[in-house]
């Protein structure tokens, strides 16, 4: 039904415009505890082989949704009621802005990707921290990804993802610092790793400051050298962070100006998460993003490391129930194969 939907309405409309209307929708279905609660009985993970912890937070299941779909954490409850393991909101910046220019949202479907040169258009921190104090209706694991502000400095970004944190560390499950974009001007810059110490360092205190010492990721894009992989992983193991995610859009590609997701980033994405797994083994959790489609992309990622996958540009092709569909298809794999728990299953093909 929703592939037929896609074929006939929805490819042939703006992208923004239909993002826009669904982000409405699912806040809208956030704010109905009933309707809510329902979905999330039925659709949400329940199966107890599908639980998995990481940095001491416990996931219902390991497939989430990536950063980028809701911005400033409108509708993450009615996300999770859709079935997400955990849904991770912004890119949230310290100061409101608006993003680059329209068009700005462009979908590639012969190859099922998307092109964004969104710019982190968002409302700001104080916005977002304001949704993420109320009362939660349904359980939902939420981690917030925060940027820089565009007309910030470089040389003023640590200050500026401090600001960031401060408002939103307190509230998120766990915090990503996100340096890999290519739609902020010399936000990439940022990964090189005399410039992501300092950033880090600070963002870092912060976290550690809070109640319950927030989890702190740094996401990356497929596009650094593999030397340059190296040289994060070994810089997230040197100051204690949890974790990397892996990858953001890539760059390289032939289409409008912007980053690129979906099922040409899959390779990419797997490459540079099978050479983390081979840096830093398990004293980091890995979160892999790029090209996931299908639950044979979730299993594929487990097994070379991954102990949580996310997912966007999947869900746009594979419409509302992807999630579900993908927890249930993975439960079933998992005792087809005579295991009791995706733990089994992580890192099964990584070199020891």
Same mark, same amino acid.
């Given at each position: 039904?929703?592939?037929?939907?896609?074929?006939?309405?929805?490819?042939?409309?703006?992208?923004?415009?239909v993002h826009h209307l669904t982000v409405r929708a699912l806040a809208v279905l956030s704010a109905l505890p009933l309707l809510k609660r329902l979905l999330h009985r039925a659709l949400a993970p329940r199966d107890e082989a599908l639980r998995v912890s990481a940095f001491g937070v416990h996931f219902p299941g390991p497939l989430g949704l990536a950063a980028?779909?809701?911005?400033?954490?409108?509708?993450?409850?009615?996300?999770?009621?859709?079935?997400?393991?955990?849904?991770?909101?912004?890119?949230?910046?310290?100061?409101?802005?608006?993003?680059?220019?329209?068009?700005?949202?462009?979908?590639?479907?012969?190859?099922?990707?998307?092109?964004?040169?969104?710019?982190?258009?968002?409302?700001?921190?104080?916005?977002?921290?304001?949704?993420?104090?109320?009362?939660?209706?349904?359980?939902?694991?939420?981690?917030?990804?925060?940027?820089?502000?565009?007309?910030?400095?470089?040389?003023?970004?640590?200050?500026?993802?401090?600001?960031?944190?401060?408002?939103?560390?307190?509230?998120?499950?766990?915090?990503?610092?996100?340096?890999?974009?290519?739609?902020?001007?010399?936000?990439?810059?940022?990964?090189?790793?005399?410039?992501?110490?300092?950033?880090?360092?600070?963002?870092?205190?912060?976290?550690?400051?809070?109640?319950?010492?927030?989890?702190?990721?740094?996401?990356?894009?497929?596009?650094?050298?593999?030397? =340059?992989?190296?040289?994060?992983?070994?810089?997230?193991?040197?100051?204690?962070?949890?974790?990397?995610?892996?990858?953001?859009?890539?760059?390289?590609?032939?289409?409008?100006?912007?980053?690129?997701?979906?099922?040409?980033?899959?390779?990419?994405?797997?490459?540079?998460?099978?050479?983390?797994?081979?840096?830093?083994?398990?004293?980091?959790?890995?979160?892999?993003?790029?090209?996931?489609? =299908?639950?044979? =992309?979730?299993?594929?990622?487990?097994?070379?490391?991954?102990?949580?996958?996310?997912?966007?540009?999947?869900?746009?092709?594979?419409?509302?129930?992807?999630?579900?569909?993908?927890?249930?298809?993975?439960?079933?794999?998992?005792?087809?194969?005579?295991?009791?728990?995706?733990?089994?299953?992580?890192?099964?093909?990584?070199?020891?």
């Amino acid at each position: 039904m929703y592939r037929l939907l896609f074929t006939l309405v929805l490819r042939r409309l703006d992208a923004e415009a239909v993002h826009h209307l669904t982000v409405r929708a699912l806040a809208v279905l956030s704010a109905l505890p009933l309707l809510k609660r329902l979905l999330h009985r039925a659709l949400a993970p329940r199966d107890e082989a599908l639980r998995v912890s990481a940095f001491g937070v416990h996931f219902p299941g390991p497939l989430g949704l990536a950063a980028g779909f809701d911005k400033d954490a409108a509708c993450a409850e009615a996300l999770s009621a859709f079935g997400f393991g955990h849904v991770e909101v912004g890119t949230i910046t310290a100061h409101a802005q608006p993003g680059n220019p329209r068009p700005r949202l462009f979908r590639v479907v012969g190859k099922r990707a998307v092109i964004n040169r969104m710019g982190f258009n968002n409302a700001g921190a104080e916005a977002a921290a304001r949704r993420l104090r109320r009362t939660r209706g349904v359980p939902v694991v939420v981690g917030v990804n925060i940027g820089k502000t565009k007309v910030v400095p470089e040389a003023e970004a640590a200050a500026d993802y401090v600001a960031s944190a401060k408002e939103l560390a307190p509230l998120a499950d766990y915090l990503v610092v996100n340096v890999s974009s290519p739609n902020t001007p010399g936000l990439r810059n940022l990964q090189a790793v005399e410039l992501l110490r300092p950033l880090l360092t600070s963002v870092k205190e912060v976290a550690d400051s809070t109640p319950r010492r927030t989890p702190l990721l740094v996401k990356i894009a497929p596009d650094l050298a593999d030397e =340059d992989v190296d040289a994060v992983a070994d810089l997230a193991l040197e100051l204690g962070l949890d974790g990397i995610i892996a990858t953001n859009t890539t760059i390289r590609h032939g289409g409008e100006t912007g980053g690129l997701s979906g099922r040409p980033l899959k390779g990419r994405s797997l490459e540079v998460l099978r050479r983390l797994r081979a840096r830093v083994g398990d004293r980091l959790t890995l979160v892999s993003v790029g090209g996931v489609e =299908d639950v044979d =992309d979730v299993w594929e990622r487990l097994l070379a490391g991954a102990t949580l996958v996310q997912g966007y540009t999947g869900m746009i092709y594979g419409g509302p129930l992807w999630a579900a569909t993908i927890h249930r298809q993975l439960a079933r794999r998992l005792k087809r194969h005579g295991l009791t728990s995706v733990r089994d299953l992580i890192g099964r093909t990584a070199p020891r």
